[in-house]
């Protein structure tokens, strides 16, 4: 409970005439407004340290405020005091506020670079320095707003109230093995609907709409060191800043000389490998021994390999050439990387958009650079449900029950493609339990993926529970494939922002699946909606028999003189995850019609290049 706040404004200028702006809302009307219960002191004070702390010693130990707000002389200038009258009184320092400060300041001026703000505390009261600008401090009161109340009652060690908020975090945000309360009524289990009030949503539709809603997805920056950058894509281009190399080098290991002496007997000057800076230059009729990457002397314009040469005289015990015959007229620049041969200065080395593989780091690191901006992924969090699950870690299986599997299954898929997740664990079919863990998972977390209780059973509860408990949309909730026909998708705001959630089938073929055609298909868009997967065609190896839904079979891909070929891995059953062991591509095979039933071996399908095409065999 906050009960007493001290708005102390320090400013010469202030002092003078303070009464002249009269623009907009003070720091202490927002205060004001913010602790209405509140005793406000306000005071103007000049930039003099003195005056400062004893007004600072005053607030906390004799008017025992909860907290005390400065404003004004936190900069550069000379008379700018206030941090070190505030370091003098305070028992604590509590950096974090003055970076939030600084990081929320940061967005609207580079000036807030040149603040020296503090914040502590002294005894069992809260000072915090803040700009003088009045449009600034009313700005940044809202920063420390959420937790000045927690603050203070921690420091005043008001015991009741630091639990109930922690309590509530817990319930809220941390702990996904509470019950919570939800609106989901499941008393009624047999007037449950008997068939599924989505619609069924047709494939072309469904990924139209996920391309569309994840554009409401703004990609960040990071910045990584080069080696994690791998598979990142680049989010600023980055240009040589030296050209590679960055002197003529010699291609050969041969003799560095001057073309224009033609073929003949040369004076050997020197002997140069790589990494020896040249000093001498050479003159007509000379040369200079030299290795491949070393720098070749100034006066010399082309190397002779030492294949083309003779040595005509060496000194007695060997170790020095004296004189060697160049057997062919070598031509100007003959064996010479010149400088800016491999890469000019300026070149683009990666440009936004680029996925940095081995190659482009290597380059990357050649240049210099340690470090580059890519796009940051969102966070994503995976969850399963089921009453029936077991940590796949547990030696016993109890009766009934099936190791989690899926978890871990989308933890490595998404590994493979490059992005973290968040274990949220498994929840209980139950709604209490579902509503726990789902605010768990949304506030660790951008996009959620959970698997199971989407289909019809009355333990399918994700999607009431999304609707009634967490106001969420609907995008799909039936989609006309196989396996994946009850994938869900879905959005709601929480904590003041959007979530994607990806509710999918807890069949785990259909997890697999449908991870790749909508989790995978719309990380890959990073911020511009979904990217699709890249297709090729390839001829059945033997007959499919055609469901009446459009079918997603997992195949391996081989490549011959005719194509590439594809092969199903054994039985598509949706819960049979061996027919994912391996798989190169997923088949889009068409739905049945009432003429086409069934492929004949050698039919042409589409295929979507999911897995690693160095799997492929070669027939
Ligand atoms: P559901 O989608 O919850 O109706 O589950 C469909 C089938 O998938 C059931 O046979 C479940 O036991 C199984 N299943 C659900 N979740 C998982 C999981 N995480 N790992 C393995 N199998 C699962
Ligand atoms: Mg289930």
């Not at 005053?58 to 009258?85: I, K, M, W």
Request: proline share 6%.
């Amino acid at each position: 409970m906050v009960k007493a706040v001290a708005v102390v404004t320090i400013s010469d200028t202030c002092f003078k005439d303070h009464s002249k702006d009269t623009s907009g809302p003070t720091l202490a009307d927002v205060v004001k407004e913010m602790f209405p219960e509140a005793n406000l002191h306000t005071i103007i004070i000049p930039d003099e340290r003195e005056i400062i702390e004893k007004e600072l010693k005053y607030f906390c130990d004799e008017a025992n405020v909860d907290l005390v707000l400065t404003t004004g002389g936190t900069g550069l200038s000379q008379r700018d005091v206030t941090p070190e009258a505030t370091k003098a009184v305070i028992h604590r320092e509590v950096p974090a506020i003055p970076i939030a400060l600084t990081i929320e300041s940061l967005k609207k001026t580079h000036m807030a670079m040149l603040s020296r703000a503090v914040a502590g505390v002294r005894d069992s009261t809260l000072i915090i320095n803040f700009p003088g600008s009045k449009k600034a401090v009313t700005e940044l009161i809202e920063v420390v707003k959420p937790v000045l109340s927690h603050a203070i009652s921690l420091i005043k060690n008001e015991l009741t109230e630091v639990r109930t908020i922690h309590n509530s975090m817990q319930f809220s945000h941390v702990c996904p093995h509470h019950m919570l309360t939800s609106n989901v009524d499941m008393s009624k289990v047999a007037f449950r609907p008997r068939e599924s009030p989505y619609p069924m949503m047709e494939m072309t539709e469904a990924f139209k709409i996920v391309d569309e809603v994840m554009k409401q997805w703004t990609a960040h920056m990071e910045i990584v060191s080069i080696e994690e950058g791998v598979g990142r894509v680049v989010a600023q281009k980055l240009l040589a800043k030296e050209p590679m190399p960055p002197f003529a080098a010699s291609v050969k290991d041969g003799y560095a000389c001057l073309s224009s002496d033609g073929a003949g007997v040369r004076r050997v000057r020197a002997a140069l490998t790589a990494g020896d800076a040249p000093t001498l230059p050479l003159s007509r009729g000379e040369c200079a021994r030299i290795n491949t990457g070393a720098a070749l002397p100034s006066g010399a314009d082309c190397v002779v390999q030492v294949e083309d040469t003779k040595l005509i005289t060496a000194s007695e015990d060997g170790q020095t050439e004296l004189e060697v015959e160049i057997m062919v007229a070598p031509q100007p620049n003959q064996d010479v990387r010149p400088i800016g041969f491999d890469i000019p200065m300026g070149a683009v080395l990666a440009d936004k958009g680029d996925v940095l593989d081995a190659g482009q780091i290597g380059v990357l690191a050649g240049a210099g650079y340690q470090n580059v901006t890519v796009r940051a992924n969102p966070k994503i969090a995976l969850l399963s449900t089921g009453n029936e699950l077991q940590e796949p870690s547990e030696l016993k299986l109890r009766p009934a029950h099936i190791r989690d599997s899926n978890r871990t299954m989308l933890r490595v898929l998404l590994k493979e493609h490059g992005y973290d997740s968040i274990d949220c664990g498994i929840a209980r079919d139950e709604p209490g339990a579902l509503v726990a863990a789902l605010s768990s998972a949304l506030a660790q977390a951008d996009v959620l993926v959970c698997t199971g209780g989407v289909s019809m059973g009355e333990r399918d509860l994700l999607k009431p529970v999304l609707t009634k408990d967490f106001g969420a949309t609907l995008h799909f909730g039936r989609v006309r494939m196989k396996p994946g026909k009850p994938t869900t998708f879905a959005t709601c705001q929480f904590d003041g922002k959007t979530k994607f959630i990806f509710a999918l089938p807890g069949n785990p073929v259909s997890a697999y699946v449908c991870c790749h055609l909508f989790v995978l298909r719309a990380l890959r868009g990073g911020g511009g909606g979904g990217a699709a997967w890249p297709r090729l065609s390839a001829r059945l190896t033997a007959a499919v028999t055609l469901d009446p839904r459009p079918e997603y079979a997992r195949a391996t891909l081989s490549i011959g003189p005719d194509g590439f070929q594809a092969t199903l891995i054994g039985s598509q059953c949706s819960s049979r995850l061996l027919s994912a062991c391996g798989a190169t591509v997923l088949l889009e095979l068409p739905a049945a019609s009432a003429i086409v039933k069934q492929l004949p071996p050698g039919t042409s399908v589409s295929a979507l290049i999911t897995g690693r095409l160095d799997r492929m065999t070669t027939l």
